[in-house]
């Protein structure tokens, strides 16, 4: 299977825990973009990567929250001091980026399940 | 900020009916793509409709781009109770940016 794959698919963590989740995107994707699913909502978007550049952040993004994408490969998300309210699934999309059409679909992985008690 | 909302937000029907989901903005998108997404998983991308009035096909799916790009629609033929899921649509915005600005969602039952 060669699309987006995340890990872990689920994580439960206490207060005031540091988490890390990875995302592995579909291969010559360059584009990699993070979001963020609660409940009965549609998913927000938090940061997006061209290549190894984070070109864009959510205001939803707080100091407690970092994304890198280091070889322009894999990302990780890490959200340190966790909070009750960041308990969500949090989903990653890769896209091929750079055409004219308009399109650049993206595709998205299984997405982490956090619960922070 | 641009935002799209989907009607109806719940949706329950007997196989065999068919049914219309509706994706409105007073924005205008770029692009506009409609996935579906099962209990614990990701959404799964069904289409992406670019050009203003643009209608694509896909097996009893039907998607409509507005003709002013700033609403969409999804119309299921016969619907199956395969088609349950929660559907969302999501548009590119026009300022260049690459994120996505999703719907609310749309929970469809489809029952014997």
């Known amino acids: 299977d060669t699309g987006v794959s995340q890990d872990p698919r689920h994580k439960i963590t206490k207060r005031g825990q540091n988490v890390t989740f990875r995302c592995d995107p579909i291969s010559e994707h360059n584009r990699l973009y993070w979001y963020r699913q609660t409940l009965g909502q549609g998913p927000e978007f938090l940061t997006y990567f061209q290549n190894e550049a984070q070109l864009e952040k959510s205001r939803l993004l707080s100091d407690r929250f970092s994304a890198e994408r280091p070889k322009g490969s894999f990302s990780t998300l890490e959200i340190q001091r966790t909070e009750q309210g960041d308990s969500a699934m949090y989903l990653c999309?890769?896209?091929?980026?750079?055409?004219?059409?308009?399109?650049?679909?993206?595709?998205f992985g299984p997405g982490t399940r956090l619960t922070v008690l | 900020t641009q935002l799209l909302e989907q009607s109806p937000q719940f949706l329950s029907i007997q196989e065999g009916e068919n049914l219309t989901v509706y994706c409105n903005s007073s924005s205008v998108f770029s692009s506009l793509q409609w996935y579906r997404q099962e209990p614990g998983e990701g959404p799964v991308l069904l289409v992406t409709?670019?050009?203003?009035?643009e209608v694509k096909k896909l097996k009893r799916l039907t998607f409509q781009f507005g003709d002013a790009r700033k609403d969409s629609s999804l119309h299921i033929t016969a619907a199956q109770p395969g088609d349950t899921g929660l559907y969302l649509c999501a548009g590119r915005n026009t300022g260049g940016g690459n994120k996505l600005t999703f719907g609310t969602g749309t929970q469809l039952k489809v029952e014997l």
């Open positions: 999309a890769s896209s091929l980026g750079g055409g004219t059409s308009g399109r650049d679909e993206q595709f």
């Open positions: 409709v670019v050009t203003g009035g």
